[in-house]
C-alpha cells in the first residue's frame, strides 16, 4: 500500500528502503531518472521504494524573501510521486536543527540511523550538509563506512535542452508550456483549493474556480487552454477549460491568481481540490475599455481553447 505522509521516522516494516533523495520541484524527466534507478535497486532488493525529500524547499527557508520560484506545492508533489508508484514519501522538515547537520551527520542521522535506508539514488550535482558542502564522493564514502549503497545517476538532457527545474521555469516564464511539458514528462499542473472570490466571472457568464499561486513559480500571465482534473468532492473527473492567470488589470487588483473556467460543467466547487493543467498559452492579459470587450474577448478565447484541446497532439507521455 502507497503511504504518503509527512516523515516522523519509518514505520515498522519500512526500514532497509531503497531512496531517491532530491527536492523533487516539478517531478521532471531528470527526477524521474533517479526515481527509476532507485526503483530498479529496489526491485533487487525486494525493498520498498521510497523517496526523500524536504519541507519547505531549503530555498524557501534560506532566503523567506525571494521570488516564488516552486514549480509544485508538496501537495502536488506527493501527487505526482504517488502516480509513480513510489511506495512511501519520506518528506523531512527542513528547519534550522537540520540545515545545521555536517555532511557526515546528515549520513548518520538521517539516512543510516534515522531512516535506515539500505542504498540511496542520487542526481550527480546532489549537495547536503550543512552549506551544501557534501558531494557525491563524500556520500559514497559515508555508504561504505555506514553500511548504505549509493547510486549516483548523470543528468538528463532532451531535444528542449538540459531538463532542470529552472529550464522549466524559463519556459514557463516565456508562456512556453510545451516545452516545459517536454521536459517535465506531464502538463505543468497548478494544485490546490478553490477559495471563494468576487463572483464578477459568474456575473459576466463565465464562473470561474480561484486558487492561489502563492509561493509558487508564476507562468507568464495571460490565458491558457487547460485541462482540470477535479480532485475531490462530487465533480470529481476530468474537464477542458481556460484559464486566466495574473492580477486582474481589469478590476485593478493585484494579488496573482489563477481563475478557471470549466467547459459545459455546472456545479459547486468551492472548498475542492484541483489540477490544473497549463497545455498551450493563448495570449497575454489585458485590460479592456468595457465589460462587454471583455466578454467578447472570453468568447473567443474559450473557442480558441476548445479547438487547441480538441486538435492537440498526444504528448509522448501521460499528461
Not at 93 to 119: C, M, N, Y
Not at 200 to 226: C, D, E, K, Q, W
Request: hydrophobic share 45%.
Amino acid at each position: 500500500m502507497q503511504t504518503f505522509t509527512t516523515w516522523t521516522g519509518p514505520a515498522e516494516g519500512e526500514r532497509g528502503a531503497v531512496a531517491a533523495i532530491g527536492n523533487f520541484d516539478g517531478v521532471h524527466l531528470g527526477h524521474r531518472v533517479v526515481i527509476d534507478a532507485a526503483r530498479t535497486e529496489a526491485r533487487k532488493r525486494n525493498a520498498p521504494l521510497s523517496a526523500l525529500t524536504f519541507e519547505p524547499h531549503p530555498r524557501e527557508f534560506f532566503a523567506p524573501d525571494a521570488a516564488p520560484f516552486r514549480l509544485m506545492n508538496a501537495e502536488a508533489r506527493a501527487n505526482r510521486l504517488a502516480k509513480l508508484q513510489v511506495d512511501h514519501l519520506y518528506q523531512l522538515p527542513f528547519d534550522a536543527k537540520l540545515a545545521a547537520l555536517t555532511p557526515e551527520a546528515f549520513a548518520r542521522q538521517v539516512i543510516a540511523d534515522g531512516l535506515g535506508l539500505s542504498h540511496v539514488v542520487v542526481g550527480a550535482d546532489f549537495c547536503f550538509g550543512k552549506g551544501r558542502t557534501g558531494h557525491v564522493g563524500d556520500l559514497e564514502r559515508f555508504g561504505a563506512e555506514m553500511g548504505f549503497g549509493v547510486s549516483v545517476v548523470e543528468l538528463l538532457s532532451n531535444q528542449v535542452g538540459e531538463v532542470s527545474s529552472t529550464a522549466i521555469r524559463e519556459a514557463l516564464t516565456d508562456g512556453r508550456p510545451r516545452d516545459a511539458a517536454e521536459m517535465l514528462g506531464h502538463w505543468h499542473r497548478i494544485e490546490g483549493e478553490v477559495l471563494h472570490g468576487d463572483a464578477r466571472g459568474r456575473a459576466l457568464g463565465y464562473p470561474t474556480a480561484n486558487m492561489s499561486i502563492h509561493a509558487l513559480h508564476r507562468p507568464r500571465f495571460g490565458v491558457y487552454a487547460v485541462r482540470v482534473d477535479v480532485l475531490s468532492g462530487p465533480y470529481a473527473g476530468s474537464y477542458d477549460g481556460a484559464a486566466s492567470i495574473g492580477v486582474r488589470p481589469m478590476f485593478g487588483e493585484n494579488v496573482p491568481n489563477c481563475e478557471t473556467f470549466l467547459f459545459d460543467f455546472d456545479g459547486d466547487l468551492y472548498g475542492t481540490h484541483l489540477s490544473v493543467a497549463l497545455v498551450a498559452f493563448l495570449r497575454d492579459e489585458m485590460r479592456f475599455d468595457s465589460l462587454n470587450a471583455l466578454v467578447d474577448q472570453m468568447d473567443r478565447d474559450c473557442a480558441r481553447a476548445r479547438d487547441i484541446l480538441a486538435d492537440a497532439p498526444p504528448l509522448p507521455f501521460r499528461p
